[in-house]
């Protein structure tokens, strides 16, 4: 059964930062791709970043051009966990964000993902 726990949401201010985690378990995380998706209130929810798997140790990130520059996805392969760094952060940036996972790749429309997380707020607000 495939699990993703997302951690480290909350309220930060504007041009503050946050680090999100999200904790797999159940698959193999390794060939995975990982991706991260937010929603906010009355939206639709929207892809933001994800890194996949090319094969061997070999990994693409690609963002939404929301956050280009702003924010950065990585992952931690011994821990199982994948991070989403959010720096120079925005009002708009507030939203419910879900961890994603797919074979290999995570796409960016999220009719197309396989697993999911349950959602961590993040508020950006002074």
């Known amino acids: 059964q495939v699990q993703l726990v997302e951690s480290g949401g909350g309220l930060v201010q504007p041009g503050g930062s946050l680090r999100l985690s999200c904790a797999a378990s159940?698959?193999?995380?390794?060939?995975?791709?990982m991706g991260w998706f937010r929603q906010a209130p009355g939206k639709e929810r929207e892809f933001v970043a994800a890194?996949?798997?090319?094969?061997?140790?070999?990994?693409?990130?690609y963002y939404a051009d929301s956050v280009k520059g702003r924010f950065t996805i990585s992952r931690d392969n011994a821990k199982n966990t994948m991070y989403l760094h959010m720096n120079s952060m925005k009002p708009e940036d507030t939203a419910v964000y879900y961890c994603?996972?797919?074979?290999?790749?995570?796409?960016?429309?999220?009719?197309?993902?396989?697993?999911w997380g349950q959602g961590t707020q993040v508020t950006v607000s002074s």
């Open positions: 994603a996972a797919d074979d290999s790749t995570v796409r960016r429309s999220a009719l197309r993902v396989k697993y």
């Open positions: 159940g698959l193999t995380f390794s060939s995975y791709g």
């Open positions: 890194t996949s798997w090319s094969g061997g140790r070999t990994y693409v990130a």
